[in-house]
Every structure is written in structure tokens, then in C-alpha cells.
């Protein structure tokens, strides 16, 4: 077992760093500022694509920093996960570092599905113009009616007529729905199969965004943020039809695919985690030492050195722990590294929202205000404890796991 990073993954960290302090964080709040300033909420009709985030992509393009998270040297740089997982925390102590190399979410988990059981075809329209960052797409899986910590219960059907697939169904928290260059959409749903077990009941189909029967109903506030210009939005399907071609690999196999996905998205979401929990615990040393009260630096008041012990112990256990998951999963799959996953999906967003809480309270006023990037932090860690599964049944995969080395089955 040997986490020490390859030379090549900590000159990829490096420029990443620099890139990110250089030409991103100078301007982040004031790219924010300008969105904001449109004043559009919730009608994401009128939202827009900064000019300076098309600019900085292609900057980081430019420099050859794009498509970090892919391990295909034909797309980039074909950096195995446990070598990613370096630039995957520093592209976390910013809030727009990830699409500017093109390593953003959905996107990054799309792209692997495409490019893992695409057919030619599908990456030919699809995987190809997401890979140039042309375009950008949405996950359909969540949905209103059910509980969704269990994804068996969900509602939504694709049904083959014919030589076309019929889709019907609700989904909402479908990230990235808002955006304008949103066209391409992988649709979760069930697809009867009396023959077939539990798990080989569901299907991903790729659905245009355009396609008659799409309809976006409305972008869901996080805390009140509308997350533009991307958004999380609620859509139905209506009677959609699309090819049968827009299987991705095959009605039932959606849950074969999902291991595939969310094994190594899950790994980017908590080393994003870790580089948002740095910053966080950087801006509050800062802002500790700079500040004083009763004569003291407000570091020096009450249990606060304390607090900045416990968010490095955090931090660096958390890190620990992702880069053994990152690297049982290179070494065994996604079914090998199943519990380590589930284990830091857990600890990661949990020690995020810890540390920002601990900066919120030596920033004071400011720290729930936009000036500085906290709140946005803490909405992202609050968030990820339900994205992607939430914490209980990652902790129900933890425990199953430990059951059976000793023995119990159930």
C-alpha cells in the first residue's frame, strides 16, 4: 500500500494550484458578485454563461490542464484515480476551479458512463462535445415521490415500443439543469423485467434536452441559493420518446453502470471536500490572527487554537482515508473498495461542515455573509451528506461489509 504520488500527479497538483491562485481565486468573488447581479433567481430562462468562465477554460485547456479526472491518455492526461485525487483537492478551494478544467459534477460521472458503455455512436454525439467542454448535462435519478435512499423505489419508467423508448416520470434536484449549455440528459427509470432480480429492473437512457415531452418545471433553492447559472431543477417526462439506440448499454443494466459511476465521482466529491476544508480552516487562522478582542488575537480567546487542532486532525484523517479508497479502487475495482467508498462519503462531507462551522464562528457576521466563500462551502457539505446516497445508508453498506467478514450474510 503506498500513497506517495507519482511525480507526474504532483506536477499536475502543482500547475492546477498555481492556476487556481493565480487566475481564478483573484476573480471568484467578483465573477459571483456578477451573477448575482443579474437578478434572475429562480427564471432560469434569462440565465448566462459568464464570459470569463468560457475564457479561463480556455486558458486551462491551453496549458493542458483539462479532463484531469478521466484515466484515458487519449482525452487528457490519463491520470489513474489515486493520482487525480492530488489536483481533485486543490480544484476544491474554489467554487468554479472544477468546471474550469472541465472535472465538474455531473458532468465528470456522464462522461465516464459514455465513455465506459457508450456505443461509437453515442460517443460521437455526446461524450466528444462534453469532453471539449462545449456542451454540459444533467443525471435524472432523484425523484419527488419517493424515497429515493432507496433507488428501486423510484418511479419513473422507460418502456420499449417498437423501435423507440418511452419515457414517463418526475425527477427533481437533476444538477446543472439550468444551465443554457445543458443539451444531453442520462434518464434513471424502470424497465419491467418479470424475469430479471431486483437490481436489473432499470435502465439509463440518454434523453436530448430538446426532445418533445421535457419539461423543466422549476430550479430548487439550496438554503435559499439558486445556484446559477447551473441550478438544480424539477422536470417531468412526458410520453418522451427516443430511439432505442439511446440505451446505454442495455434495458436493465442501470444499476451495473451506477457502480461504475459513482465509485470514482464519489472520490473527486470528498478530495473536494478536503481542499474546501483547507481553505476554510486557511481563511480562519488568517482572520483569527488578524482580529482582536480584549487585547487578545481572537485565536487566543476561549478554545479556538483548540478548533484549529481538531479541523487539521480531521482533515488529515479524512484524507488519509480517501487516498486508501482512491487506492483500493484503482487496485480492485469498484466492487473491492465498496465499504472504503461508502466510508469517506460519509467522513468527508461531515469534516467539511465541521471545519466551516468552526470559521463561521471566528469570522462572525462576515462568515454568513457573501463576502467570503463559507456559506457556500457549508451548503456544498451539507448537501453531498445527501448527494450521491445519504450518510445511513452508506453507514448500512459499512456495516454489511463488517458483518461479513464475520460470517452473517444479513
Not at 106 to 117: F, I, R, S
Not at 220 to 237: A, I, M, N, R, S
Not at 361 to 381: C, E, H, K, M
Request: aromatic fraction near 8%; include cysteine.
Amino acid at each position: 500500500m503506498n500513497f506517495e504520488p507519482s511525480a507526474r500527479a504532483q506536477d499536475y497538483a502543482k500547475r492546477v494550484r498555481a492556476f487556481i491562485r493565480e487566475r481564478i481565486l483573484p476573480v471568484e468573488h467578483q465573477h459571483w458578485t456578477e451573477i448575482l447581479d443579474q437578478g434572475h433567481l429562480g427564471d432560469w430562462t434569462k440565465w448566462k454563461i459568464p464570459a470569463r468562465t468560457e475564457e479561463l477554460k480556455a486558458e486551462a485547456r491551453a496549458q493542458g490542464l483539462w479532463n484531469l479526472f478521466l484515466p484515458d491518455p487519449a482525452h487528457g492526461p490519463g491520470l489513474s484515480t489515486m493520482e487525480y485525487t492530488l489536483s481533485a483537492e486543490e480544484t476544491g478551494h474554489s467554487l468554479i476551479a472544477p468546471e474550469i478544467f472541465n472535472c465538474n459534477a455531473p458532468d465528470t460521472g456522464n462522461m465516464e458512463v459514455l465513455w465506459k458503455y457508450g456505443t461509437d455512436a453515442q460517443k460521437e454525439q455526446w461524450l466528444k462535445p462534453l469532453l471539449a467542454g462545449e456542451i454540459r448535462s444533467v443525471f435524472f435519478m432523484t425523484e419527488p415521490d419517493v424515497a429515493s435512499s432507496d433507488a428501486t423505489n423510484m418511479q419513473a419508467s422507460a418502456v420499449v415500443e417498437g423501435d423507440e423508448i418511452v419515457l414517463n416520470g418526475k425527477k427533481w434536484w437533476s444538477s446543472g439543469v439550468g444551465d443554457p449549455r445543458c443539451k444531453i440528459g442520462i434518464f434513471m427509470a424502470h424497465t419491467p423485467n418479470p424475469e430479471g432480480s431486483r437490481h436489473s429492473q432499470h435502465s439509463m437512457v440518454l434523453v436530448p434536452m430538446d426532445a418533445p415531452g421535457v419539461t423543466i418545471k422549476r430550479m430548487l433553492p439550496v438554503f435559499g441559493e439558486w445556484d446559477e447559472p447551473h441550478g438544480h431543477g424539477e422536470v417531468h417526462f412526458d410520453n418522451v420518446r427516443v430511439p432505442v439506440a439511446n440505451f446505454i448499454l442495455g434495458p436493465g443494466r442501470g444499476f451495473e453502470i451506477a457502480q461504475g459511476r459513482l465509485g470514482p465521482g464519489r472520490i473527486h466529491h470528498c478530495m473536494r471536500c478536503i481542499g474546501a476544508a483547507e481553505h476554510a480552516l486557511e481563511l480562519m487562522v488568517k482572520r483569527g490572527m488578524s482580529r482582536t478582542a480584549f487585547n487578545k488575537p481572537l485565536l487566543n480567546l476561549g478554545g479556538n487554537r483548540e478548533r484549529v487542532a481538531e479541523a487539521r486532525l480531521m482533515i488529515d484523517q479524512a484524507r488519509l482515508l480517501t487516498l486508501h479508497a482512491a487506492w483500493k479502487l484503482d487496485k480492485l475495482g469498484a466492487l473491492g473498495a465498496l465499504a472504503d467508498v461508502s466510508a469517506i462519503k460519509v467522513v468527508a462531507p461531515n469534516v467539511l461542515q465541521q471545519v466551516v462551522d468552526m470559521a463561521i464562528q471566528i469570522f462572525g457576521g462576515a462568515g454568513v455573509s457573501r463576502d467570503v466563500p463559507l456559506t457556500a462551502f457549508f451548503n456544498q457539505a451539507r448537501s453531498l451528506r445527501l448527494a450521491d446516497g445519504p450518510d445511513e445508508v452508506h453507514k448500512g453498506v459499512i456495516a454489511r461489509v463488517e458483518l461479513m467478514k464475520h460470517g452473517f450474510s444479513k
